[in-house]
């Protein structure tokens, strides 16, 4: 599978917004749930947000309210706009792709065989 590649991350001030991008490689004939993750220093991965085959979204607690998860109609980009960003929201963002629904696994960031790219740094000052 083709590792995604997300772009967009960087440094702003508490407050701020960031939308990152993520290039992923899926068959368009094919059901996948997208998803971005983060993974801040000494942290374990955490799932932030995903969009479902039918475009249904779900957030973390996290970032429910301030992050919004979007994916072009060739589903090839999906991106993350990031609003009201914290100190805390500082960490390496991924996205990943699973094959069908998404299933609480995956959503952990725990799941085996996800392909995941080299991130993009995001880094919040206060």
């Known amino acids: 599978q083709v590792p995604p590649v997300e772009s967009g991350g960087g440094s702003v001030q508490s407050g701020g917004s960031l939308r990152l991008s993520c290039a992923v490689s899926?068959?368009?004939?094919?059901?996948?749930?997208m998803g971005w993750f983060r993974q801040g220093p000494r942290k374990e991965r955490e799932g932030l947000a995903f969009i479902d085959p039918l475009g249904a979204t779900t957030y973390s607690d996290s970032v429910r309210g301030r992050f919004i998860i979007s994916q072009d109609d060739d589903k090839n980009t999906v991106a993350l706009l990031m609003n009201n960003l914290k100190p805390e929201d500082t960490a390496r963002y991924y996205c990943?792709?699973?094959?069908?629904?998404?299933?609480?696994?995956?959503?952990?960031?725990?799941?085996?065989?996800?392909?995941w790219g080299q991130g993009t740094q995001v880094t919040v000052s206060s």
């Open positions: 899926v068959d368009p004939d094919l059901d996948y749930c």
């Open positions: 990943a792709t699973d094959r069908g629904a998404c299933g609480q696994l995956f959503k952990s960031g725990r799941k085996q065989r996800v392909t």
